[in-house]
C-alpha cells in the first residue's frame, strides 16, 4: 500500500487495545519455531542479550504454511488480509491493523520462514553469515538473506527501505535514491530564522519526490534523522554502536519526537505529510502540563512521529496541525527547549528517540555504561517508557538574550543556561506489551514537566 493512497487505521478510532490472545499466539508460533531450529534459537538469544531488547522486537514477519492454521481463528484474533501486499511464491498477508504485532504471510507447501528486520543487511551479514548471498541490490526497496534452514525452518533476515511488501523488486531507482539519501544526511540546518529553514527543509523535500516515490523518500529521512540526532547523543552512540556489533542498527525503532515552536508547528506537520505521514491521535493537554501533540505515521513501514507543541489551557478544541498559533506570553517546556536549541527538525535534531526494548534489562545494561534513566513515565503492564538522562548542551548566546529581553526567562535562568547549558536530546527505551499501540497522555504530561529546561541548574 503506497502512502498517497487512503489509509484505513480500522476500526479503532486510536483508541487503541490489547491484543493478549493474538500476541500469544504469535509468540506460539515463534516458540515452535525456535525449538527446532538450533541456529535461530542461539541467534535469538544472542540478539536479547546483546541489544537488551527482546527477539519478538526484531521479527519483520512470519511466514507459515498455510494448511497449518485456522483462517477463522486468525480473523477471531483480530488478523485481518492485506490484499495490497506484494507477496511471491503464492503467499497471502494477514495483518492485525490496530495493534504493533508484526504480519503474517500464509503460503502453500510446508516452510516456515521467521525474517528478522534489521537496518543495514550487509552489515547482519558480516556478523552472522559471511558466506551467504544476499539477494537484492544495495539501497533496493527488499533485500533478503538466508540464513541456514533446519526441518522445514528458514531464519532469514530482510532489509527495506520504502516498501510495505515481501517480494523482491526490481532496481530502477536506486541511483535516485542514493542521490536523496545523501541531500536529507547533509542538508542545511542553520538559517538565518527558523521559519526560513523550514521553508527550505519543505523545498528541499519536495525537489526530492520529483525523482523518487514518496516512500522511498520518506526512508531516506528518516534514515538521515537518525544519524544526526546519534551523532550528538551519547546514550544513542552507545546503544547504536551495541546494536550495530550484531548487525540490527535501528531497526527496533518505536517512534520519534519533534519539539516545534508553536509558529512552525503547522509547517512541520506539512513537511510530515509532504513524506506520506498521517495524522492519527492528537492531544490537547494544555490544562495538564502547557501541551499538545500531533502523533503522525507513515504506515508503510511504519515511521511514527510525536509532534511536541506549547499550547494554553483554552485551546483544548484547537486543530493544531491545521491551524496557526497565536504568539503566547509565556514559554512551556516545549517552546523553551525550542527557544534554547532551536526547532528539532533543523539545528537540533530529535528531541528523544524510542526504542523497544525488554524494560528492565535495558535499565540495567544502561546503568552499566554509565547512562542513568529517569523514573518511568509511564510503568503500565502494556506500556514502560523512560528517558534518559540528557545531557547538557551549550546554548548560543543570542539565543539566551532574545529568551531574556522576550522576558521568556530571568536573569538567573540566563546565567544558568550560559554556564552549564540546557538539557538536550533523549533516548526512550520502550516496551510495548499484547500489541499496544498507543501512548498515554497523562504519563506524557508528566515528563514534560519532569524535563523543561529550568529544572535543574
Same mark, same amino acid.
Given at each position: 500500500?503506497?502512502?498517497?493512497?487512503?489509509?484505513?487505521?480500522?476500526?479503532?478510532?486510536?483508541?487503541?487495545?490489547?491484543?493478549?490472545?493474538?500476541?500469544?499466539?504469535?509468540?506460539?508460533?515463534?516458540?515452535?519455531?525456535?525449538?527446532?531450529?538450533?541456529?535461530?534459537?542461539?541467534?535469538?538469544?544472542?540478539?536479547?542479550?546483546?541489544?537488551?531488547?527482546?527477539?519478538?522486537?526484531?521479527?519483520?514477519?512470519?511466514?507459515?504454511?498455510?494448511?497449518?492454521?485456522?483462517?477463522?481463528?486468525?480473523?477471531?484474533?483480530?488478523?485481518?488480509?492485506?490484499?495490497?501486499?506484494?507477496?511471491?511464491?503464492?503467499?497471502?498477508?494477514?495483518?492485525?491493523?490496530?495493534?504493533?504485532?508484526?504480519?503474517?504471510?500464509?503460503?502453500?507447501?510446508?516452510?516456515?520462514?521467521?525474517?528478522?528486520?534489521?537496518?543495514?543487511?550487509?552489515?547482519?551479514?558480516?556478523?552472522?553469515?559471511?558466506?551467504?548471498?544476499?539477494?537484492?541490490?544495495?539501497?533496493?526497496?527488499?533485500?533478503?538473506?538466508?540464513?541456514?534452514?533446519?526441518?522445514?525452518?528458514?531464519?532469514?533476515?530482510?532489509?527495506?527501505?520504502?516498501?510495505?511488501?515481501?517480494?523482491?523488486?526490481?532496481?530502477?531507482?536506486?541511483?535516485?535514491?542514493?542521490?536523496?539519501?545523501?541531500?536529507?544526511?547533509?542538508?542545511?540546518?542553520?538559517?538565518?530564522?527558523?521559519?526560513?529553514?523550514?521553508?527550505?527543509?519543505?523545498?528541499?523535500?519536495?525537489?526530492?519526490?520529483?525523482?523518487?516515490?514518496?516512500?522511498?523518500?520518506?526512508?531516506?529521512?528518516?534514515?538521515?534523522?537518525?544519524?544526526?540526532?546519534?551523532?550528538?547523543?551519547?546514550?544513542?552512540?552507545?546503544?547504536?554502536?551495541?546494536?550495530?556489533?550484531?548487525?540490527?542498527?535501528?531497526?527496533?525503532?518505536?517512534?520519534?519526537?519533534?519539539?516545534?515552536?508553536?509558529?512552525?508547528?503547522?509547517?512541520?506537520?506539512?513537511?510530515? =505529510? &509532504? @513524506?506520506?505521514? !498521517?495524522?492519527?491521535?492528537?492531544?490537547?493537554?494544555?490544562?495538564?502540563?502547557?501541551? #499538545? /501533540?500531533?502523533?503522525?505515521?507513515?504506515?508503510?513501514?511504519?515511521?511514527?512521529?510525536?509532534?511536541?507543541?506549547?499550547?494554553?489551557?483554552?485551546?483544548?478544541?484547537?486543530?493544531?496541525?491545521?491551524?496557526?498559533?497565536?504568539?503566547?506570553?509565556?514559554?512551556?517546556?516545549?517552546?523553551?527547549?525550542?527557544?534554547?536549541?532551536?526547532?528539532?527538525?533543523?539545528?537540533?535534531?530529535?528531541?528523544?528517540?524510542?526504542?523497544?526494548?525488554?524494560?528492565?534489562?535495558?535499565?540495567?545494561?544502561?546503568?552499566?555504561?554509565?547512562?542513568?534513566?529517569?523514573?518511568?513515565?509511564?510503568?503500565?503492564?502494556?506500556?514502560?517508557?523512560?528517558?534518559?538522562?540528557?545531557?547538557?548542551?551549550?546554548?548560543?548566546?543570542?539565543?539566551?538574550? =532574545? &529568551? @531574556?529581553?522576550? !522576558?521568556?526567562?530571568?536573569?538567573?535562568?540566563?546565567?544558568?543556561?550560559?554556564?552549564? #547549558? /540546557?538539557?538536550?536530546?533523549?533516548?526512550?527505551?520502550?516496551?510495548?506489551?499484547?500489541?499496544?499501540?498507543?501512548?498515554?497522555?497523562?504519563?506524557?504530561?508528566?515528563?514534560?514537566?519532569?524535563?523543561?529546561?529550568?529544572?535543574?541548574?
Amino acid at each position: 500500500m503506497g502512502s498517497d493512497e487512503e489509509y484505513d487505521w480500522g476500526a479503532y478510532d486510536h483508541n487503541w487495545s490489547l491484543f493478549a490472545e493474538a500476541k500469544a499466539f504469535l509468540s506460539g508460533l515463534v516458540d515452535d519455531f525456535m525449538r527446532e531450529h538450533n541456529r535461530a534459537a542461539e541467534m535469538a538469544s544472542t540478539i536479547e542479550w546483546g541489544t537488551a531488547a527482546r527477539f519478538l522486537d526484531w521479527i519483520d514477519h512470519l511466514v507459515i504454511p498455510q494448511d497449518s492454521v485456522d483462517e477463522a481463528e486468525l480473523q477471531y484474533l483480530g488478523f485481518a488480509e492485506d490484499s495490497e501486499a506484494e507477496t511471491q511464491y503464492g503467499a497471502r498477508c494477514v495483518r492485525h491493523m490496530g495493534s504493533v504485532l508484526f504480519p503474517v504471510l500464509l503460503r502453500p507447501g510446508n516452510l516456515t520462514e521467521l525474517a528478522i528486520k534489521v537496518q543495514e543487511l550487509d552489515d547482519f551479514k558480516d556478523r552472522h553469515m559471511r558466506t551467504a548471498e544476499i539477494i537484492g541490490d544495495p539501497f533496493a526497496k527488499y533485500r533478503w538473506l538466508d540464513v541456514t534452514r533446519e526441518h522445514n525452518k528458514l531464519p532469514t533476515a530482510v532489509e527495506c527501505r520504502g516498501y510495505s511488501g515481501f517480494a523482491m523488486q526490481d532496481a530502477y531507482d536506486i541511483d535516485a535514491y542514493k542521490t536523496t539519501l545523501d541531500a536529507l544526511r547533509t542538508r542545511n540546518r542553520v538559517f538565518h530564522t527558523d521559519g526560513e529553514g523550514i521553508s527550505a527543509t519543505h523545498d528541499l523535500v519536495a525537489a526530492q519526490l520529483d525523482d523518487l516515490q514518496t516512500d522511498r523518500v520518506t526512508d531516506a529521512w528518516f534514515r538521515a534523522e537518525w544519524e544526526y540526532y546519534t551523532s550528538h547523543n551519547k546514550a544513542a552512540n552507545i546503544v547504536k554502536e551495541r546494536q550495530d556489533q550484531l548487525g540490527l542498527g535501528w531497526a527496533n525503532h518505536d517512534h520519534q519526537a519533534y519539539r516545534c515552536s508553536r509558529e512552525q508547528f503547522p509547517k512541520v506537520v506539512s513537511i510530515l =505529510e &509532504l @513524506l506520506g505521514l !498521517k495524522r492519527r491521535e492528537t492531544y490537547s493537554a494544555g490544562d495538564q502540563a502547557g501541551w #499538545g /501533540a500531533q502523533v503522525m505515521e507513515n504506515p508503510v513501514r511504519p515511521f511514527v512521529v510525536f509532534c511536541d507543541v506549547d499550547m494554553a489551557d483554552d485551546e483544548q478544541e484547537f486543530d493544531l496541525a491545521t491551524e496557526g498559533f497565536e504568539p503566547l506570553d509565556e514559554m512551556g517546556s516545549i517552546g523553551l527547549w525550542v527557544g534554547l536549541h532551536g526547532e528539532s527538525m533543523l539545528q537540533a535534531g530529535l528531541h528523544h528517540l524510542a526504542i523497544r526494548v525488554n524494560f528492565e534489562r535495558a535499565i540495567q545494561d544502561l546503568d552499566t555504561r554509565e547512562i542513568s534513566c529517569m523514573p518511568p513515565f509511564s510503568d503500565l503492564d502494556f506500556l514502560r517508557q523512560s528517558f534518559t538522562v540528557a545531557e547538557r548542551w551549550a546554548v548560543e548566546q543570542e539565543r539566551a538574550v =532574545e &529568551l @531574556l529581553e522576550g !522576558k521568556f526567562i530571568g536573569q538567573e535562568d540566563f546565567e544558568a543556561f550560559g554556564s552549564v #547549558g /540546557a538539557t538536550g536530546s533523549h533516548l526512550e527505551p520502550v516496551e510495548r506489551n499484547d500489541g499496544f499501540k498507543g501512548f498515554n497522555q497523562d504519563s506524557v504530561s508528566a515528563i514534560i514537566t519532569n524535563t523543561d529546561p529550568r529544572k535543574g541548574h
